[in-house]
């Protein structure tokens, strides 16, 4: 196992990186930009080395920086998180040049999956079923008319590169289409710095759907259910649940054996997730994140599994030590993003938090690396905290996450917590008869 694991994030998943390594035995160390000398992950790490400026490019996403920080606190392996560097092929294959351990899959998984033209190709082929589009880039405008006469409107238009929702576009008809594709085109080049683009049918009203698996090294692959991250504004999630409430056991037990027989194919190596649209019982691929999830806590609540030990432990070349049937799902998980936003505009409102008061109680958790004095700087995303809330039913989770957001105290910002606690009295929500437009179109809306 390793010695010593370099932290290369922030926030609360810094924290909970650390939190499976001290557990495991495993000293940390954090590194931080100027912004973050107070953090919560600098101050609970056995060691902490200054990064850089506050702008995530001159330190959480500066390679030559963090590789001089493993070097000299001689860390033997680099943790990237959620965001950031977490899926840049180029950071994992210097970081393994310098003999350092990537916990993650290998440089070309993460290369092709990031691909999402590629990742689609290599998912038809593995017999994955996904949106229907376009087999490849769509270069120009008339190609883009004829992809989309083909497809049928409405059509969407996506950054290959794509991530958070960025480089997405709308086309309800031809009139609107080149618009939407030199849009997105655009949009894409400023975020990824690459402005290829392919074209997928627009589905109306589906959910989002998304499959945990985990890979060894040595050919074992389980799957941990799914997640339902329906609820989303602007293609970003805001509340997941688990298990999804609209699948039954059977479609749970097919769609998950699928994903394991592709990842077992691809030969794939971490802990990784196939997401999926679903609509009138169909399931879709669209990306596949070979990484960690914002939303994992929601897995382990109903499995009782640590996944970021188990992706320790896998990228340290250990097998699973555990089989599909050895995974049993209990109870329902809910988890809501909760950020430093404006509840109704989403303007994010970084400041001071002069007040601090965590839920607590069964079932109920917190991975947050807030405290009263902190403050949260206006540089990165605007997620604080993440809670998460089990209980033996869908029902009495709804019941302790509303009871969970009443306790919870964040004084001196506003944040999104007052929309948490009406989305869990929303008649819509609590029926589980909701899709990915429902946030957004219907109930911010009305
Ligand atoms: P990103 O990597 O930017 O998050 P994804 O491909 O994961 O992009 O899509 C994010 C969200 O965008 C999905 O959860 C869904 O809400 C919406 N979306 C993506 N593809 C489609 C599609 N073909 N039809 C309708 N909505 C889509």
Not at 39 to 59: F, K, Q, T
Not at 163 to 183: H, Q, S
Not at 243 to 261: D, F, H, M, N, Y
Request: glycine share 10%; net charge negative; aromatic share 6%.
């Amino acid at each position: 196992m390793f010695n010593k694991v370099l932290i290369a994030n922030r926030g609360d998943v810094a924290l909970r990186i650390h939190r499976a390594c001290r557990e495991m035995g495993i000293k940390t160390v954090a590194v931080h930009s100027t912004a973050d000398a107070d953090a919560m992950h600098v101050r609970l790490a056995d060691e902490s080395v200054c990064i850089g400026p506050p702008p995530a490019r001159d330190s959480y996403l500066n390679i030559p920086a963090i590789l001089s920080a493993a070097a000299v606190t001689h860390a033997d392996a680099i943790h990237p998180g959620v965001g950031f560097l977490s899926e840049n092929a180029a950071f994992a294959e210097i970081v393994e040049a310098h003999g350092i351990t990537f916990i993650g899959p290998s440089p070309s998984h993460i290369q092709s999956m990031g691909d999402k033209i590629t990742a689609k190709r290599t998912m038809i082929e593995l017999g994955i079923p996904c949106v229907p589009g376009s087999k490849g880039p769509v270069e120009g405008l008339d190609a883009a008319r004829a992809e989309a006469a083909h497809i049928g409107y409405p059509v969407l238009i996506k950054a290959a590169a794509g991530g958070g929702g960025r480089g997405m576009k709308v086309a309800e008809g031809p009139e609107n289409l080149d618009e939407a594709y030199t849009m997105a085109r655009r949009e894409s080049a400023a975020a990824f710095g690459n402005d290829s683009v392919y074209m997928e049918r627009y589905l109306g009203r589906p959910r989002h759907i998304e499959i945990q698996i985990a890979a060894d090294s040595h050919g074992n692959v389980i799957h941990l259910g799914e997640r339902d991250c329906s609820i989303q504004r602007r293609h970003q999630k805001v509340i997941e649940e688990a298990p999804s409430p609209a699948l039954t056991q059977a479609e749970r037990e097919a769609i998950g054996k699928r994903a394991v027989e592709a990842i077992q194919k691809m030969g794939y190596r971490s802990l990784g997730t196939l997401e999926f649209l679903y609509e009138n019982g169909e399931f879709f691929f669209i990306e596949m994140n070979t990484r960690l999830q914002v939303e994992h806590p929601i897995t382990e609540a109903i499995t009782g599994v640590d996944l970021v030990r188990m992706q320790i432990e896998i990228a340290a070349g250990r097998p699973l030590g555990m089989e599909q049937k050895d995974v049993t799902f209990t109870g329902h998980a809910i988890e809501c993003r909760i950020t430093a936003e404006d509840p109704r505009t989403f303007q994010p409102r970084p400041g001071r938090i002069d007040d601090y008061h965590q839920p607590g109680g069964l079932g109920v958790r917190v991975d947050s690396a807030l405290y009263a004095g902190y403050s949260v700087p206006p540089h990165y995303d605007s997620l604080v905290a993440k809670l998460i809330v089990h209980g033996r039913n869908r029902e009495e989770c709804l019941m302790r996450t509303e009871r969970a957001l009443g306790e919870y105290v964040i004084g001196g910002i506003p944040t999104t917590i007052p929309l948490h606690a009406e989305l869990m009295r929303a008649p819509v929500f609590r029926s589980g008869d909701y899709h990915i437009r429902w946030l957004e179109s219907d109930y911010l809306k009305s």
